[in-house]
């Protein structure tokens, strides 16, 4: 297993990236903290999505020109971010949708069948969406 300096890895891609695309949005499990952190140092990431201290947010979080989301743990929610970016990757407008996830979501049929392929690899008991009775 190779372990890499996230901080010093995203600036690495964030520099190499930047030229090439419009928005550069992470997937973090660095905790809140950690992607203050990140969206400090390595300034061209637009768009964190973070998780591991179970943050529910109603809003995004700015740290410079980085917008920072969370929305708590063990899928009982999601959010939808609108956001609003001028040319130079300055957030102009950002609004956070919750959205609460339970029964009346129904259960997705590609969903069941990874679910299904995934208890027969792990013995750990992998959770259901059915809904409840």
Sequence with gaps: VLLLDPIKTAQQYVQGLRPECDLII???RLGIEGDQE???AAP???????GKT???MREPLQVGNTLIVQQGYNGER???LSAI???NGVPKDATEEIITLGSECGVSFEM???LKEYRK???TPVPTFAPEN
């Design 26 to 28: 992470v997937l973090s």
């Design 38 to 40: 990140l969206a400090q």
């Design 44 to 50: 061209g990431i637009n768009v964190i999505v973070g």
């Design 54 to 56: 179970r943050q529910f």
């Design 78 to 80: 999601i959010g939808r």
């Design 85 to 87: 970016f001028d040319r």
């Design 112 to 114: 069941e069948l990874m």
């Design 121 to 123: 690899r792990y013995a």
